[in-house]
């Protein structure tokens, strides 16, 4: 018979595969189904051929990682390989406060020894005009010092503290979920109470796989289902205890509103405090609460997308750090979820190699470096997933900075507002700016992506020439003498007349001056010769230091030798340096974190004559209106 295509899908298709099929019976050879009711039955037919088959095709797609796309599929699928999507995350701020209390009896004068800061609300805040509550998931004690208790470094989370109980009836079907969305898991408590017993009860522990885990041990585990609500798994008794009947379960948590948390600065007290005998105290006076560290860290619940792309390598690396792609699995999932992106690097690729140890720099979300804490507390946890005798460093972000100078040429009879068509030049490139493909370790400025960018923002835009430079900033110490060096990770251009590196000003000891980095180049033009000048007039420039270290054109490196800088021109003690690559495709190798400069960009609108038709010989173009494609010979960045 002549249905042999199964696969098609589409409506006519399926029609015709019908009408051939029909025509193969000598019944219907010469029947004319476009002129009958047949017709009718025939469109019946592949209507609902065409339906079944496209639900087919998405339950099937749903079966797999790689092609779901509804999450409770894609987390469902994920827990089949051991993986626990990350939750939402509390932005945590850190404060300290006093309280002052009352004597509990005045001949002798005695205080109550402790004081007790009861879990739940604390503290509130606002950040961008909308309040926050911010909690704490445990009871925080403090000792009483002649009628004051200091409540010193106290971390508080930012959301609303609740509570939730269960009882356990023994039934095979019966789960424990826990009935909020917008839970941060980190702030999940679970505490059993078996029948005849007083108080909260045992508390369990949180696991997140079966190591060393035994009959006896009081634990839990988390798992996400419905509509991103959470479940608590309780033992079976041979791993983990088991639940007796009539147990009472508490659950209590931080339901948060995730990112939206972050910036809070200002807070004001709204806890509750009870003394060593559990009655509530009334505080003296007004709490002031210092804040040690804004709110920051919070983070919303995982993508899909991570989900699907981390699940997978979370289960290759089987919970031990060997290669580069395991610690970024596992950092990014199980050790420092405010992650955003991170650069694994082994000994051996440096130079000179230093074998036995592994370097890790982190861009954490929402900032720039990882604080001397977080990096203990990463080094520390990785000591549970690693090889012994590895050594692991957690470095300090190095950004390279790119940076465009881009003349656009506009036809002027279709643009009402030049400003207004340069501003959304500008607001474009800031959105291309943000994808991950840029912002990340081991990113890729793509050059011919840019141009292509600027171009179609408006039909009124016919071309742009686009120079591309990179930068660094070298965070000077002031007033000592430092040895420097920046890696830019890419080949520089080389102009043989020199001022290939730029840099804003800075003083030396020794010099009043404003002074600058230049380079002069070598007669290989591999390397080169790094010099201090400054400038006399815009035509004449004095050197004052001939030799004050080296560059590296072929592998991006500037090292400058020891110098004693007393002040910069840019806050924060900071001199940009800047080259022009060698390509305008830049890529950020090893540790270096690509970041695309819009705000240092320049911009400029350019008026295309000869599309406006206001001259069609060239002449007024090639005069006024003509740019440069390479880089100027200017020795201040600018």
Known sequence: ????????????????????????????????????????????????????????????????????????????????????????????????????????????????????????????????????????????????????????????????????????????????????????????????????????????????NIFEVNSASNIFLIQEVQDEKYEILFGDGIFGEKLENDSVITVTYIVTDGKNGNGVSSFAFAGNLKDSDDISIIPNDAILINTIQNSQNGSDIESVDSIKAYAPRLYASQYRAVTPSDYETLIKTKIYPNTESVSVVGGEELDPPQYGKVFISIKPQGGTYVSDFNKSQIKSKLQLYSVSGINVEIVDLKILYVEIDSSVYYESSKVNSVENLKSRVISTLNSYASSSALNSFGGRFKYSKVLQVIDNVDTAITSNITKVRIRRDLVSLPNQYVQYELCFGNRFHVNENGFNIKS???????????????????????????????????????????????????????????????????PNNIIQIQAYPESNDIIGLRDLY????????????????????????GTLFSRDYYISSYSNGNLIRK
């Open 504 to 570: 804003t000003g800075f003083k030396i000891l020794g010099q009043t001056e404003t002074v600058y980095f230049t380079d002069t180049p070598n007669a290989d033009k591999i390397t080169g010769v790094i010099s201090i000048v400054r400038q006399v007039s815009d035509t004449e420039d004095r050197v004052v230091v001939k030799s004050a270290g080296e560059v590296n054109y072929q592998t991006g490196e500037i090292r400058i030798s020891p110098i004693n800088i007393t002040s910069t021109s840019q």
């Open 1 to 208: 018979m002549p249905f042999t295509k199964f696969t098609n899908l589409d409506f006519d298709q399926i029609r015709s595969s019908i009408k051939d099929y029909l025509r193969a019976n000598s019944t219907f050879t010469d029947f004319d189904f476009e002129g009958s009711n047949f017709s009718i039955l025939i469109d019946t037919l592949a209507y609902n051929t065409y339906i079944t088959a496209f639900n087919s095709n998405l339950v099937v797609n749903e079966s797999f990682l790689d092609s779901a796309t509804v999450r409770e599929n894609v987390v469902s699928l994920a827990r089949n390989i051991g993986y626990v999507p990350q939750s939402r995350r509390s932005s945590s701020a850190i404060v300290s406060f006093n309280v002052s209390v009352d004597p509990i009896q005045t001949n002798p004068v005695t205080y109550t020894p402790t004081l007790t800061l009861q879990s739940g609300l604390v503290c509130t805040g606002s950040a961008s005009r909308t309040s926050y509550v911010f909690s704490i998931p445990e009871s925080y004690v403090a000792n009483v010092v002649d009628g004051v208790a200091s409540f010193t470094n106290v971390t508080i989370y930012e959301g609303t503290f609740l509570r939730k109980q269960f009882t356990v009836n023994g039934s095979l079907d019966q789960r424990f979920i826990i009935d909020n969305s917008y839970i941060d898991t980190s702030s999940i408590r679970v505490y059993v109470r078996k029948s005849g017993e007083s108080g909260l009860g045992t508390p369990f522990e949180v696991v997140e």
């Open 594 to 617: 690509l970041n695309f400069s819009v705000s240092e960009s320049t911009i400029n609108m350019v008026k295309d004559v000869i599309s406006s038709g206001e001259e069609v010989s």
